[in-house]
């Protein structure tokens, strides 16, 4: 079965770091590029950041450019986020998904909370 | 400000017709990308719903189409059945921002 498990998430202070990781399996990981989408509570979904299937192209949004790295591990079927510096406005449940057009795997998120 | 618009809302009866509109601009949808659409159920992770503008993964019912043009693209649902009650977003690749969201659409089955 594909499937994807995001861990990480938790409380964390205004000005704090955290790391999230998502595990795939089902599927050969290393031949499709990941994302990570994020979605505040009560709002719609945003696109946070873009990894190809070889680590070669990346990209961010200007949101969190400068503060996430998104870094990927093909040897242990695994994708992560780097999250720096964060903010109140980043307290949202994260997914990673697979692909970018479409993205037709979504694992079911992990609650990142940012608040003192 | 999503950078594709989406009704916030729309409502129909059961085995109605009902159409989400998603508009775009010359970056993304304009710019010949594709568009897809996904099904949120209330508190559960996105599902893809089209793919490829018009194509259905399986297991969709065919009850669910989508169309694109110019800078515009739209998901039909004919037979409105209660378990459509979801929110529902379009997704795009813009030239400049990569990947894009609609702002998302709360489909209510009267």
């Known amino acids: 079965e594909v499937q994807l498990v995001e861990s990480g998430g938790g409380l964390v202070q205004p000005g704090g770091s955290l790391r999230l990781s998502c595990a795939a399996s089902g599927f050969t990981f290393s031949s499709y590029s990941m994302n990570w989408v994020r979605q505040a509570p009560g709002k719609g979904l945003e696109w946070v950041s873009y990894?190809?299937?070889?680590?070669?192209?990346?990209y961010y949004a200007d949101s969190v450019k400068g503060r996430f790295t998104i870094s990927r591990d093909n040897a242990k079927n695994s994708l992560y986020l780097q999250m720096n510096s964060l903010r109140a406005e980043d307290t949202a449940v994260y997914y990673c998904?697979?692909?970018?057009?479409?993205?037709?795997?979504w694992g079911k998120g992990t609650t990142v909370t940012v608040s003192s | 400000q999503s950078v594709l618009t989406q009704p916030p809302s729309v409502s129909g009866a059961p085995g109605q017709r009902v159409t989400i509109s998603c508009t775009g601009s010359?970056?993304?949808?304009?710019?010949?990308?594709?568009v897809h659409w996904y099904q949120q159920l209330p508190g559960t992770a996105p599902k893809l719903l089209i793919y490829?503008?018009?194509n259905r993964p399986s297991g969709v019912p065919d009850r669910f189409s989508g169309s694109k043009s110019g800078t515009s693209a739209s998901l039909a649902i004919t037979g409105l059945q209660a378990e459509d009650e979801a929110d529902y977003y379009c997704?795009?690749?813009?030239?400049?921002?990569?990947?894009?969201f609609g702002g998302g659409t709360k489909l209510t089955v009267l």
């Open positions: 998904a697979r692909d970018l057009s479409p993205m037709d795997v």
């Open positions: 490829g503008n018009s």
């Open positions: 010359s970056s993304n949808i304009g710019a010949g990308y594709d």
């Open positions: 997704q795009s690749y813009d030239s400049s921002l990569r990947g894009v």
């Open positions: 990894i190809s299937s070889s680590s070669s192209t990346i």
